[in-house]
C-alpha cells in the first residue's frame, strides 16, 4: 500500500530473491521510461523502495505519481 508523507508516495515491495526484485525493477523501469515520469528507488537483495514525486512540480506528489504507482501495482498483482 502506497503512503504519502513529505510530498511522495512510498511503497517498499518484498520478494523472493534478489533476481525477483531486480527483475520487477526493470518492469517499472520501462513503465516509468514510457511515462517520463522516474521514480527514485532502492534496492537492497530482495527489497525494493520507491518514492514517487514530481520534480518539476515543486517535488509534490500529482496525478504523474499516482497513475505510475496504480501501474506498478498492476504489474506487482
Known amino acids: 500500500m502506497w503512503k504519502e508523507e513529505d510530498n511522495k508516495l512510498k511503497q517498499t515491495f518484498k520478494f523472493k530473491d534478489f533476481q525477483e526484485a531486480f527483475?520487477?525493477?526493470?518492469?517499472?523501469?520501462?513503465?516509468?521510461?514510457?511515462?517520463?515520469?522516474?521514480?527514485?528507488?532502492?534496492?537492497?537483495?530482495n527489497t525494493v523502495e520507491i518514492?514517487?514525486?514530481?520534480?518539476?512540480?515543486?517535488?509534490?506528489?500529482?496525478?504523474?505519481?499516482?497513475?505510475?504507482?496504480?501501474a506498478i501495482d498492476e504489474l506487482n498483482a
Open 51 to 70: 518514492e514517487l514525486t514530481t520534480h518539476d512540480e515543486g517535488n509534490t506528489v500529482t496525478k504523474k505519481d499516482r497513475e505510475l504507482a496504480k
Open 23 to 45: 527483475a520487477f525493477m526493470t518492469r517499472v523501469a520501462f513503465l516509468a521510461e514510457a511515462a517520463q515520469h522516474h521514480p527514485n528507488w532502492s534496492n537492497v537483495y
